[in-house]
C-alpha cells in the first residue's frame, strides 16, 4: 500500500515537530487535536519552523511553501483518519488518553493502516491490545525538539510484525531519520538510561556532591554528554522525567526510585523551561 497521507494525532510538543518533518519528508500530513487553541499554535510553529529552515538555507522556500499546501489542521479524528494510509499518535503519556485515542483509531482506520505510538515508556504491546491488529502497532520514538534530534527509536511489541517494522523504518528514512529497532521492555533503550542519569543527578545534588553547573559540566566535559542532566532535565521537563520515573520504579525496581529532590521540585511548581524555573532560572 502507498503511504500518501500521514495523520498526526496531537498537536503538542512532539505532534507539531512530527507533522513538520513529515511534510518536509513529501507526505501529505493531517495534524489533528481536540483543542483549537493548541491546533492553531501548532500552525503558528510549524510555519516558524519552515522560515527558520528557509533563513538557515536548510530548505528553499519553494519546498516550504509546497510542504505547507500538503499540510492540513483538523478537530476531526474520523474524519481525518478515514483519509489516513499511517498513523502517529503524540497524545499525552495517560493510559486512558492513548487507549480511548487507539480505540477510535482502530475504529476509523483502514485494516491495513499502520497505528505508530510515540510513546516515552509505555508498552507498545499494551497499546496494541486496545486494537484489532496488534500486529499492525509500534512505538516510533522521536525525540525533542523533532526537526533537530537524528533517531527515531522503534520499538517492538510482542505481536508487531516484521513486515510493520520495515514499512515504518522506511517512512522514518523519508522523514530523514536514522532508526534503531528494538523489542519492547520498560523504558527501552533511552529512557532508561535517560531517566537513570537524570534521577541519579537529582541524587548528588540532594547530597550536596556539587552544584547543578558543577554536575552539568563534569558530565558534560568528563563524560561527552552533549547536555548535562539538569540542563536536559528542565526541557523534558520535571514533572515528564517525575512519571517516567515512576512507572519505571513500578516496572524494573529500586534503581528508579524518584529522587525526593525531584519529587519536591515537582511539588513546588519548578518543572523547568515550561514554568520558567526548574533546577535552571530561566525567568528573564
Ligand atoms: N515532550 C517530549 O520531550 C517527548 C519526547 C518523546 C516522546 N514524548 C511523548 O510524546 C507524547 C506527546 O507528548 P507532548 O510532550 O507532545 O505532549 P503535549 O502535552 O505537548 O501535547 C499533547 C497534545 O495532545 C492533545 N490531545 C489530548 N488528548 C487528545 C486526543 N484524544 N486526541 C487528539 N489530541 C489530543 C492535547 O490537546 C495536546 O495538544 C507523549 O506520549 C510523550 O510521552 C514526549
Known amino acids: 500500500m502507498a503511504i500518501n497521507t500521514i495523520l498526526v494525532v496531537g498537536s503538542g510538543t512532539m505532534g507539531r515537530g512530527i507533522a513538520y518533518i513529515s511534510a518536509l519528508g513529501g507526505y501529505n500530513v493531517i495534524l489533528n487535536d481536540i483543542n483549537k487553541e493548541a491546533l492553531d499554535k501548532a500552525q503558528n510553529e510549524i510555519?516558524?519552523?519552515f522560515q527558520a529552515?528557509?533563513?538557515?538555507g536548510k530548505i528553499s522556500s519553494e519546498k516550504a511553501n509546497a510542504s505547507k499546501e500538503r499540510m492540513e489542521y483538523s478537530l476531526n479524528l474520523e474524519e481525518s483518519a478515514k483519509k489516513a494510509d499511517f498513523v502517529i499518535e503524540a497524545v499525552p503519556e495517560v493510559i486512558e488518553i492513548k487507549k480511548a485515542a487507539f480505540e477510535k483509531l482502530d475504529q476509523y482506520t483502514r485494516d491495513e493502516v499502520i497505528l505508530a505510538t510515540n510513546t516515552s515508556t509505555m508498552s507498545p504491546t499494551e497499546i496494541g491490545s486496545f486494537t484489532g491488529k496488534p500486529n499492525k502497532v509500534i512505538a516510533m520514538h522521536f525525540f525533542n525538539p523533532?526537526?533537530?534530534?537524528?533517531?527515531?527509536?522503534m520499538i517492538k511489541g510482542l505481536e508487531?510484525?516484521?513486515?510493520?517494522?520495515?514499512?515504518?523504518?522506511?517512512?522514518?528514512?523519508?522523514?530523514?531519520?536514522?532508526?534503531?529497532?528494538v523489542?519492547?521492555?520498560p523504558g527501552f533503550v533511552t529512557s532508561r538510561i535517560s531517566a537513570l542519569v537524570g534521577n541519579e543527578a537529582f541524587n548528588m545534588l540532594m547530597e550536596g556532591v556539587g552544584t547543578p553547573e558543577e554536575i552539568d559540566k563534569a558530565i558534560e566535559l568528563g563524560l561527552n554528554y552533549p547536555?548535562?542532566?539538569?540542563?536536559?532535565?528542565?526541557?523534558?521537563g520535571l514533572d515528564v522525567r517525575l512519571k517516567n520515573l515512576e512507572y519505571l520504579h513500578k516496572t524494573l525496581g529500586g534503581a528508579y526510585r524518584p529522587s525526593p529532590l525531584l519529587i519536591k521540585y515537582v511539588k513546588a511548581g519548578r518543572l523547568g523551561v515550561k514554568t520558567k524555573k526548574g533546577v535552571y532560572n530561566y525567568e528573564e
Request: proline share 4%.
Open 183 to 185: 523489542n519492547e521492555h
Open 47 to 49: 510555519y516558524s519552523f
Open 53 to 56: 529552515g528557509i533563513e538557515r
Open 227 to 236: 547536555m548535562g542532566p539538569f540542563k536536559l532535565g528542565d526541557i523534558v
Open 160 to 181: 508487531t510484525s516484521e513486515e510493520t517494522a520495515s514499512i515504518v523504518k522506511g517512512i522514518a528514512t523519508a522523514m530523514g531519520k536514522e532508526t534503531v529497532i
Open 146 to 153: 523533532v526537526p533537530k534530534m537524528k533517531l527515531v527509536e
